[in-house]
C-alpha cells in the first residue's frame, strides 16, 4: 500500500496533516502530533498583530511614557505577557525541527504587506520546512472594491515571497466573486500551495447581555461541501499543490478530498474533540477503504472525482443545482 506524496515539493509519509491550531502551539503537542501520525504538522499562527505589539512596545519602552501600542492591545489584552511572542514563536520552531522527523510549517497570519513579513525569513532561518500565509481579511469597508481586496491577497504574498526561498502555501476564504480566478492570480504571483479553505469566525449576538460575542464552533463533515467543491474545480487545473480544510471528522471526508484533488488533507477540530491519536485513525480509516476498493497508490484516487475526470462535469455546476432544487 502506496500512501506517500509529496505537498509543496515537500515528502510526506501518507496525506493527512495536523492544520494550525492549539495542539500545534507547544513543543509537548507537537511531539504528541507526530506520535499521533500526523505526515507534516502547521503550527499555530504568529500573528501580524503580535508582531506589531512587541514593535510597538519596544517602541513604547524607547519613548517611555507615550501610550501608542492601544490598538494592538485590543487584539491581544495580554499582551505585556506576549510582548515574547515573535521570538517565543521561533524558538517553538527550531525546537519542533530539532525534535521531530516530519515536515514543520510555520504560519502566519496577517493582511498588510508591511512591517511584519520579514518575519517570514526569519522562520525560515529557524528552519521551517515551509509557510503557510494565512490572509484573514474582512473587507468591512464597505467602499472597498473586489478589486482591491484580491490586490491586497497579491500585495501580501509577494511580499512574503521576496523573503523567502522555501515553499509558501496561501490559507484562503471562499468569498471572492470569481474564486477559480483568484486562485490562479496567486498560483501565477508564486504561491506554492492553496489551503482550502479558512473558516471565517462569524460573530453572535448574546440576547442577554446585548453585546457581539465571539463564536468558535468545531467543524462539522458538512462544511466540507464548500471546500471539495472548488477543490474538484481546481484540480489539475493550477500549478500548485492543493490542501483541504475544514470538516474532517473521519476518514470519509479524507477520502472524498482526496477523490476531489486535494494533495493533502488537513484537520484541527477532530483532533480536539478526540486528541491526537485520531490521526492514526484516518491514516487506517483510508488505507482501508484504499484496500477495499482496489487501490494501491494514494496517487490513483487523487483527482479520480475532480471535475476534469467525472462523467458529467456539469455536476459542479448549476446545472447540479437546478437538479437539485428538482429532486427535492
Ligand atoms: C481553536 C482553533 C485555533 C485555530 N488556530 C488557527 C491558527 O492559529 N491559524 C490558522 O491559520 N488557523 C487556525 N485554525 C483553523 C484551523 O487550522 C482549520 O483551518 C479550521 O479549524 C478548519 O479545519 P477543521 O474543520 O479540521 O477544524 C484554528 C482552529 C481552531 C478550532
Known sequence: MKLDTTYLGLPLKH?????????SQTLDGIRQLEDGNAAAIVLSSLFEEQIRSENELAEQRLS???????????YFPDVAERAAGPEDYLNLVRNAVEVTDVPIIASLNGMTNEGWV????????????????????????VDTMGADVEQRYVEVLDAVKAEVTIPVAIKLGPYFSAF???ARILVDAGADGLVLFNRFYQPDIDLDTLSITPSLDLSEPNEIRLPLLWIGVLAGRVDASIAATSGVRTSEQVIKYLLAGADVVMTTSSLLR??????????????????????????????????RQVQDPAAFERANYIKVLQSY
Open 180 to 182: 477559480g480566478s483568484m
Open 274 to 307: 478526540n486528541g491526537p491519536r485520531h490521526m492514526a485513525d484516518l491514516v487506517r480509516g483510508l488505507a482501508q477503504w484504499m484496500v477495499d476498493k482496489g487501490y494501491d497508490d494514494v496517487g490513483q484516487l487523487r483527482g479520480a472525482m475532480s471535475q
Open 64 to 74: 517611555a511614557g507615550t501610550d501608542s501600542f492601544g490598538e494592538s492591545l485590543s
Open 15 to 23: 496525506p493527512i496533516v495536523a492544520s494550525a491550531g492549539p495542539i
Open 118 to 141: 520579514d518575519y517570514a525569513r526569519l522562520l525560515q532561518d529557524a528552519g521551517a520546512d515551509a509557510l503557510e500565509l494565512n490572509v484573514y481579511y474582512i473587507p468591512a469597508d
